[in-house]
């Protein structure tokens, strides 16, 4: 859904009393309730992307309303905690604060393009961006975590990736993996996690994290596949259990939808670990952000 499709619809509503709150929404962002979906549905639904119509249908059926949050050069709509696509910017309305930051951002689409380009920049990077941003080191040690983050430093568009992503993590809605599942319009399942492959540099490290109950990490990435994790390695097993807010990088960017991916982060708390057949499996419950 674009900045064309905002027009249309601001065009479609007849101005009146009862869609002054929508249209209102609609420009600078707001709670829609679920009777103003229905009218947004049924006024402007010929000029609304399959992706949005899917969207806001299901905020009809579970009876909630929509979300409409506005940020520098981005609206980020939610249904039930769904992210669908960046809006560009519209003339005329305030742009918030940045907190005297100077901190550039840039639209969550394009931040999530980049996360999932694996080229140049990629997740890597951008992590290693919100790391330096925000104070907390990787929960290991090793020469090329170092490395990356020092190239961040001197990447512009890393940290204002790293930025815009932080923020919409922070801000973002609170699901477990069935929830994400479910909004995401994916096949019913409770599975969310981070596989890694074994390395002699960090092995020992990252069994030593584990045993001590906590893991801290600002940013990165776990898939709603069971089979993408394993793609990424075996000899460990982040799983997320309970509710923590994400951001589902696909629907964001429109790219990649096979790896099922939610940019998240925060600080976690080791709940359950498991050792059998080489490999060793943690089970994390989300306690708060890290921005």
Known sequence: MGIDE???????????????HLRAVLNRGGELRVDEVRLLISAGAHALSPACRRVLHSAVAGAVGVKILYTPSIFIPTAAGQWLARFGPIEGIDRPSDGGSGMTQMPLGEACSL??????VGSSLIRAGARVLTGV????QASYIAAHEEKA???????????????????????????WARVASLPAGDFAGRGLKSEAEKDAQIESVIDSGTIRMPLWGLSLDRAVTEQ???????????????????????????????ITGGDYAVVDVERAEGRTTARLRWTNALA
């Open 153 to 179: 430093k001197e990447r512009p568009d890393a940290l204002a990736a790293a930025r815009t992503l932080l923020d919409a993590v922070a801000g973002a809605d609170q699901r477990d993996a069935a929830g």
């Open 115 to 120: 996360w999932q380009s694996g080229q140049d």
């Open 137 to 140: 080191p990787h929960y290991v």
């Open 6 to 20: 905002v027009a249309s619809l601001l065009q479609l509503l007849p101005p009146a009393p009862h869609t002054d």
């Open 232 to 262: 990424y390695g075996g000899r460990f097993l982040f799983e997320v259990i309970g509710p923590f807010p994400a951001v589902p990088a696909w629907l964001a960017s429109g790219v990649v939808p096979e790896e099922a991916e939610l």
